[in-house]
């Protein structure tokens, strides 16, 4: 199980950057037109970064899943 860690979100335009400061993950979502409260992965780091506190896979996880509005909800921003 990955350790918790505090992810970094900001938003550039339409899309949303999450990082995990300290390492080289970054990953950017976008609302697709035909699926608007879906967030889709535009591009994402595609390694592992040794000395991270996850796996670039673990970092991935949790945004496959995500619909906009649970995004929000998990950034506490509803």
Do not use: C, W
Request: net charge positive; hydrophobic share 35%.
């Amino acid at each position: 199980m990955a350790a918790k860690v505090g992810l970094h979100v900001e938003v550039q335009g339409d899309d949303i950057v999450v990082t995990l400061p300290g390492t080289s993950y970054v990953v950017t979502y976008y609302r697709a037109a035909a699926f608007p409260q879906q967030l889709l992965t535009k591009s994402h780091s595609g390694r592992d970064d040794q000395g991270a506190p996850m796996t670039q896979t673990e970092f991935h996880a949790p945004g496959r899943h995500f619909s906009l509005r649970q995004f929000v909800k998990y950034l506490g921003t509803t």
